[in-house]
């Protein structure tokens, strides 16, 4: 099936440094979604991009849905702790119902 | 906000039991679906509904079953859990419509540890 590269695969950074990790393919995607998941929970939608070049925020991230709509970049801001956690990217395909996850980001922040 | 529910959060139970994992979501969501996830690990999905009385086999073979009777309600059904059936249980949502059916929202969660 196809699969999505997420990177990277983890990361360790201080508190108040800026963070990116992206996601590619070798397919074109017309939805990219960016979830963050904490330990024993569900993932929770953090950004939703819909169109080639759509850059959104929210609060201190923002994602980017690339021009060539084969790729996707989530940027956070001055990390703090809460900001822990594991970032997917998924996106959807036309002809296909299913989203596509990358592995995850697994992201540790010290103070 | 997602209003997506899952039920129970926990579960430890021995071998051989049927177990049924519940999932509600209050949203009206046509589109509902059920992932399995190791901890730390991606996601697989293993059933998925377009609405009622219609139900799919995911990418991951699995030995549970789903039913969609109602619009609500996706519950996971295992007859005879087994050690391997020990992960977390995702149950998703999503509406219809051509760009925006694609956003799916997650419940909690579901975590299942088979004695």
């Known amino acids: 099936g196809q699969q999505l590269n997420q990177s990277p695969q983890s990361m360790f950074i201080q508190e108040g440094e800026d963070v990116s990790m992206n996601c590619t393919s070798s397919?074109?995607?017309?939805?990219w979604l960016w979830y963050k998941q904490d330990p024993g929970e569900g993932p929770v939608l953090l950004i939703a991009?819909?169109?080639?070049?759509e850059l959104t925020s929210n609060g201190r991230l923002t994602a980017q849905f690339g021009i060539t709509r084969k790729d996707s970049f989530l940027n956070i801001s001055a990390s703090i702790p809460s900001d822990v956690g594991i970032y997917f990217c998924?996106?959807?395909?036309?002809?296909?119902?299913?989203?596509?996850f990358g592995k995850g980001t697994k992201l540790t922040v010290n103070p | 906000e997602a209003d997506i529910y899952q039920t129970p959060r926990y579960l430890v139970i021995g071998t051989g039991k049927k177990i049924t994992l519940e999932c509600s979501q209050t949203m009206g969501h046509d589109k509902m679906y059920w992932y399995q996830q190791d901890p730390g690990m991606e996601l697989h999905l293993i059933h998925y509904?377009?609405?009622?009385?219609?139900?799919e086999k995911g990418d991951l073979s699995s030995e549970s079953t789903v039913s969609r009777i109602r619009t609500e309600h996706f519950p996971l059904t295992l007859e005879s859990a087994r050690p391997s059936h020990t992960s977390q249980y995702l149950c998703?949502?999503?509406?219809?419509?051509?760009?925006?059916?694609?956003?799916?929202?997650f419940g909690p969660g579901t975590r299942l540890t088979v004695l």
């Open positions: 998703a949502s999503s509406e219809s419509g051509w760009v925006f059916g694609d956003t799916q929202y």
């Open positions: 998924a996106g959807h395909q036309g002809g296909s119902e299913k989203l596509v």
């Open positions: 991009l819909y169109k080639a070049g």
């Open positions: 509904s377009y609405g009622v009385n219609s139900t």
């Open positions: 397919s074109i995607f017309n939805t």
